[in-house]
């Protein structure tokens, strides 16, 4: 996340996303990592709207003591063990090697945060550039296969983003995508997805 898109149309339907799987009791002692790039420049009153827009009290937004960018391992030691989680990367989970790695989550830190705890689901935002959203999702689940370590995956897609749903156990991530489901009915076909990443 960073600060110059606080507050775009996005922020609104990641929102309205956790809302109505909170309501349903699908997701567990939720909480938010910002992944913030520039939270030196986070005013009190950015933390309060970003909570807002996620549809979260301020008490469930991680904070951190050490920096992203100068400082990864111990940010992400930083990350809760237990509780399900929604990390807000800039772009989403690397595949490849970037510049700016600060932007993404590296397919090894989202196994080592789901991994904390075994029935947690940890939510993703994935960014999608010049290509259709169901073909990223897939370079990413590829990548993160590569890891040979098990996991489970639905998506809820727009055209230009994805918020991706992992878990360790399957129940959690069928939890979430007939959530979507009953809400979108035959809509559900074009939005979300399913998918076992479990080592042959």
Sequence with gaps: MNLQYLGDALDHWKGSVFESLQKAQVLKGFQVDPMATDAHAWKLEDWALFARLLRVEESEIVHHTHNLCKDRDRYFSEVPSVGDLFIDPDT??????????????????????????QRRIVVVY???????????????????????????????????????????????????????????GVHALNRVGFWNGNPV
Aim: charged share 30%.
């Design 92 to 117: 989403g989970i690397v595949t490849r090697y970037v510049k700016h790695v600060e932007q993404y989550l590296r397919p090894q830190e989202l196994f080592n945060i789901l991994e904390a705890h």
């Design 126 to 184: 994935q960014h999608v550039r010049a290509k259709k959203t169901r073909v990223r999702i897939e370079e990413v689940l590829k990548r993160l296969r590569e890891e040979q370590k098990p996991f489970y995956c639905t998506s809820y897609e727009s055209g230009t983003v994805a918020l991706l749903f992992f878990a360790l156990e399957k129940d959690r991530v069928i939890a979430v995508r007939e959530c979507f489901q009953r809400f979108l």
